[in-house]
């Protein structure tokens, strides 16, 4: 698509703006690629040089990544709104099993509950912030957390963003999962930070892989707790010692663990929290009770939670107190708790068969936990078309990855029974491209 849009511009910054305008307005697209320099450069009238400071520029942003020999591209979720574009992200017609989301019909009702509270709201001014309720829930619900200075933020993808910001600048180097969320690698590009790859087994990231990071100047680094997205790794507890272990020489390096699983985890919790003097650990409501509600709890250091609460003060200023009491609601209704443990039971049917069925086609996939199964192939663009053609969409694993091999990601958020044997046979064909060319023709 880039190849027929005419990019505009004399100056490094008039052309960053011009490639800014393509995306807003959906001449470009996420995964799109720029043209090369030169080609631009000539077209233009302008030094290669120009070109390539606005191409960094665009990638300080985080608006696009290098790929390799394949250049430049439109990062999957370039911090800028596309909101004049339309493009459908999924086409018409195919099972989207590529977006992470929870199963709808699988979440507990907030209707009922936002009823009951109804009644007991008052009206506040600006005077407001956590909701002791919340927070003393909360607490309860922590575990080994610990949990003295706590506070609420709008989502997990939210309070990483505060915490990054609490504690790094720009240039500064963060470990991070390989593969990992997508959303978390995009956001510490927005931020213009150095993503340091730490590799993940099904135990959790690799000791060594993290010590390795912290040795080339990591400030950071961000750890899933359980159903990892996209791998399913739960941190076991003899990975958290470990992971302890490799941290003590490191204690003012910020420890940010993201339990977005929460309540939907099958797994027990091993938290690294207070492993250094500077740590956060944020436990979502999205995935077991809704991505509405939209909020979080952060439990971390005295300074940490400080520092996050005092600048939302100075920003959005508190997530509403209607949020608050819904998710208090929600968790103490039974009916709800009963909702969330057959969600548990069903993503874990829904793992297991499909894995099962993988395997008795003889192909590994990883799917300890969570939502997601990823499944290593050869060539991500043969095996997301191969599993397109039989109707499904699947997330290419480009999207999750550093450094590690390819692989797609399998939702299983709207994994339905009938769909289980053509989505494994057509895995299978995806797995390994050569597997057609030894077929009679
Ligand atoms: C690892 C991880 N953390 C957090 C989230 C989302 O959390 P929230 O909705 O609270 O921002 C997701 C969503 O897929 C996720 O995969």
Redesign the pocket.
């Known amino acids: 698509m880039a190849e027929h849009y005419q990019f505009e511009g004399s100056t490094a910054a008039g052309i960053s703006v011009s490639v800014e305008f393509a995306l807003t307005h959906g001449h470009l697209a996420p995964g799109d690629s720029l043209p090369p320099v030169r080609q631009l450069a000539g077209e233009l009238g302008v030094s290669p040089n120009t070109v390539a400071a606005a191409y960094r520029h665009l990638r300080d942003r985080g608006l696009v990544e290098t790929a390799g020999r394949n250049g430049t591209r439109v990062r999957q979720r370039p911090p800028v709104s596309a909101r004049l574009a339309a493009h459908p992200s999924v086409p018409d017609g195919l099972a989207d099993l590529s977006a ?2 929870p199963d709808t019909d699988l979440l507990p009702a907030h209707g009922p509950a936002l009823a009951r509270i109804a009644t007991r709201l008052t009206t506040t001014g600006y005077s407001t912030g956590p909701h002791h309720e919340l927070l003393e829930a909360a607490r309860t619900r922590l575990g080994p957390v610990p949990s003295e200075h706590l506070t609420v933020t ?7 963003e505060r915490i990054l910001t609490a504690h790094l600048r720009a240039g500064d180097r963060v470990a991070v999962e390989d593969p ?2 997508a ?2 690698l995009d956001l510490v590009a927005a931020l213009g930070l150095q993503p340091l790859p730490v590799p993940v087994d099904d135990d959790g990231p690799d000791a060594q892989g993290l010590d390795r990071a912290l040795r080339q100047g990591a400030k950071a680094v961000i750890i ?1 707790s359980r ?3 996209p791998t399913g790794a739960v941190v076991s507890a003899s990975r958290a010692a470990g992971l302890r272990a490799v941290l003590e020489p490191f204690p003012d390096v910020l420890v940010v663990e ?1 339990d ?1 699983a929460a309540e939907l985890a099958d797994d027990e919790l091993h938290a690294i929290a207070g492993a250094t003097r500077c740590w956060a650990f ?1 436990r ?4 077991p009770y809704g ?1 509405d509600l ?3 709890v952060l439990a971390g250091d005295a300074t940490t939670v400080a520092r996050v609460e005092g600048r939302m003060r100075l920003g959005a200023g508190w997530v509403s107190t209607i949020l608050q009491r819904l998710v208090v609601e929600l968790w103490s209704d039974r009916s709800a708790s009963a909702r969330v443990e057959v969600a548990k039971r069903e993503y874990a049917h829904r793992r297991l068969r499909l894995g099962g069925l993988l395997r008795a086609r003889g192909v590994e996939a990883r799917g300890r936990s969570g939502i997601n199964v990823w499944v290593p192939v050869t060539d991500e663009t043969y095996a997301v078309t191969r599993v397109r053609d039989a109707g499904f969409a699947v997330a290419p694993g480009s999207l999750f990855r550093v450094g590690t091999p390819p692989a797609v990601r399998v939702s299983l958020g709207k994994l339905r029974p009938p769909m289980y044997e053509p989505l494994a046979d057509a895995l299978v064909e995806a797995v390994r491209p050569s597997r057609r060319v030894r077929q009679p023709v």
């Not at 709008?154 to 990483?160: I, K, P, T, V």
């Not at 979502?284 to 995935?287: A, Q």
């Open positions: 992470g989301e709008a989502g997990a993808l939210d309070g990483l990992g969320w959303a978390l899933t159903a990892q997205n993201d977005h944020l979502s409501t999205s995935k991505p939209r909020l979080a």
